[in-house]
Nanobody, 119 residues
Framework: EVQLVESGGGNVQAGGSLTLSCAAS????????LGWFRQAPGKERQGVAC????????YYADDVKGRFTISNDNAKRMVRLQMNRLKPEDTAVYYC????????????WGQGTAVAVAA
């Protein structure tokens, strides 16, 4: 079974940066995608970013474009989300998501890592 291990969440002041990491295991095929969703207090979950590990294509939600960068290490099957110029509205629990591609429904969810941005 697919397993996702997340790290990197924490507390930061507005304008600061955090890097989230997700290591994926439990599968042997080469075509997959890893991405991040987030759920803010009182809000529904939102797709944040995704990278197709097969081709390196990336996708971002409009409200994080220019601030967040997603990247991957295919050899380690790990994805990172570099979050810069963080805003209080970025406060959420961030979840790593494993999919067949960035357009597919989530197959496996990580346990989540909390990000809190103070004003």
């Amino acid at each position: 079974e697919v397993q996702l291990v997340e790290s990197g969440g924490g507390n930061v002041q507005a304008g600061g940066s955090l890097t989230l990491s997700c290591a994926a295991s439990g599968f042997t095929f080469d075509e997959y995608a890893l991405g991040w969703f987030r759920q803010a207090p009182g809000k529904e979950r939102q797709g944040v970013a995704c990278i197709d590990a097969t081709y390196g294509s990336t996708y971002y939600a409009d409200d994080v474009k220019g601030r967040f960068t997603i990247s991957n290490d295919n050899a380690k099957r790990m994805v990172r989300l570099q979050m810069n110029r963080l805003k209080p509205e970025d406060t959420a629990v961030y979840y790593c998501v494993f999919r067949g591609d960035c357009y597919s429904d989530a197959h496996t969810w990580g346990q989540g890592t909390a990000v809190a941005v103070a004003a």
